[in-house]
């Protein structure tokens, strides 16, 4: 069996073995990568880790430092409060709301599924107050979520843009993000026009929401926000410092393109001193599980490398037919997948593969590695991924198998148009 062949198969038993049991597939990734690297390969450890993205993993432990001490000092629960009361009991502009805030957390550095997780509660129980689509609400956190996923600060945008600039293919950071960002606002758009007048029957008899006071638009305590927003009704000098911390965090990326991981924990270690009682509980917000699993597997594709499947795969990529083909079999293929499987894990395993067809030129690269990029993330919300799951589990006075059905029925309208759309609008224009 060629070592080619083989790196596939592993690959592929990681990928099964992550789905079916509960370990992180950055462990799989790290434990094939010195098998194959050094029974198959024979090379050294300091050969095995040369794909180990030490700029990657500072920007991750950074961005999600930051976060946590921003969480910790009460500025995120502001923020989401701050959204939500603006609306002033305007209750179909909340879902705008929980989007713009879901995408401005990621956009600056948030783990799309710790935004999830920050707000799914809140717009749960607004459904539930207000008798209006919780498939509505929760898809449109999510699209909100993905919408700000692919900028510089932002984990998945850190991971394309590391694994793209180690290549000879210019893709401008801005182009990503806000194709990104264009594309799920338009996904939100549909989301909201076609399910915003589909509440009432997606309750149960009993559902009670208008008798609980405690889910208030005015009063967000009640749907999951945490009980500091209570007990802070002004912004604070720590919040302040936080806000003006996190401009200069995007001015000195954007600006003066300095490594936001750096400018990050500075940022981190700078607030959490000013902070001392939460500086020890900090560390712990930290996204280890993901930055375990990006390490992991992009330590893995510097091994398919060494092997010479990337290129292989390419070539056989190109061999399907015309580019423009592959190309969209490549977002309907990592659509599909990741449906089942981490988003974050595809992403790594299969733009590299991209790269040399890329470098033919015969396609617009920017527009490709964004179509794959949204392909492989708006599928999100499926009940099998985080974001759904979370979804799933705040919906209140819903009858529970008719909701999981209808999130299955919007995932697979997602898995089969979504790669298409992202496609037709990215890649078509610019062949």
Not at 144 to 154: I, Q, T, Y
Not at 260 to 288: K, T, Y
């Amino acid at each position: 069996m060629s070592a080619q062949l083989l790196s596939i198969l592993v690959l592929g038993a990681m990928f099964v073995v992550a789905t079916v049991l509960p370990i992180n597939i950055g462990i799989l990734a790290f434990v094939g990568s010195f098998v194959v690297g050094t029974l198959v390969l024979g090379l050294d450890d300091e050969a095995v880790f040369d794909g180990f993205p030490v700029s990657l993993f500072i920007t991750v432990v950074g961005v999600t430092y930051l976060f946590s001490v921003a969480k910790l000092n009460g500025t995120i629960d502001l923020l989401v409060d701050g959204g939500v009361r603006l609306v002033r009991g305007r209750v179909a502009l909340v879902p705008w709301v929980l989007f713009a805030v879901a995408a401005v957390l990621t956009a600056l550095g948030t783990f799309t599924p710790a935004a999830v997780a920050l707000l799914a509660p809140v717009g749960m129980n607004f459904a539930f107050r207000h008798r209006i689509s919780p498939l509505m609400i929760g898809m449109m956190v999510i699209c909100g979520a993905h919408a700000g996923a692919f900028s510089p600060m932002a984990v998945s945008g850190a991971l394309v843009l590391g694994i793209v600039g180690k290549t000879a293919l210019t893709v401008p950071p801005a182009t990503v993000f806000l194709a990104s960002l264009g594309f799920n606002l338009l996904l939100a758009l549909v989301t909201f026009a076609l399910l915003r007048r589909r509440g009432e029957d997606s309750f149960t008899d009993e559902a009670a929401g208008p008798e609980e006071p405690t889910d208030d638009v005015d009063s967000p305590a009640g749907g999951g926000v945490s009980t500091l927003v209570r007990r802070r009704a002004l912004v604070g000098w720590q919040q302040r410092v936080t806000l003006l911390a996190l401009g200069g965090l995007v001015i000195g990326a954007l600006a003066f393109h300095l490594q936001i991981g750096f400018l990050a924990l500075a940022a981190g270690a700078v607030l959490g001193l000013l902070d001392r009682p939460n500086l020890h509980r900090a560390l712990d917000g930290i996204s280890w599980p993901t930055i375990l699993l990006v390490t992991g597997m992009v330590t893995y594709v510097g091994i398919l490398e060494h092997t010479g499947t990337i290129e292989m795969v390419s070539k056989a990529a190109v061999g399907l037919g015309a580019p423009i083909v592959v190309a969209l079999v490549l977002c309907l293929v990592v659509a599909i997948t990741s449906a089942f499987a981490s988003s974050t894990a595809i992403l790594t395993a299969v733009i590299p593969m991209a790269i040399p067809l890329l470098l033919t030129g015969s396609l617009p690269a920017a527009g490709v590695v964004a179509a794959m990029a949204i392909s492989t993330t708006i599928v999100d919300v499926s009940p099998f991924s985080t974001n759904g799951v979370l979804v799933l589990a705040n919906a209140r006075g819903v009858d529970r198998a008719r909701f999981y059905r209808q999130v299955i029925a919007y995932t697979c309208a997602i898995v089969a148009l979504g790669p298409v759309a992202a496609w037709v609008i990215l890649v078509l224009p610019g062949t």
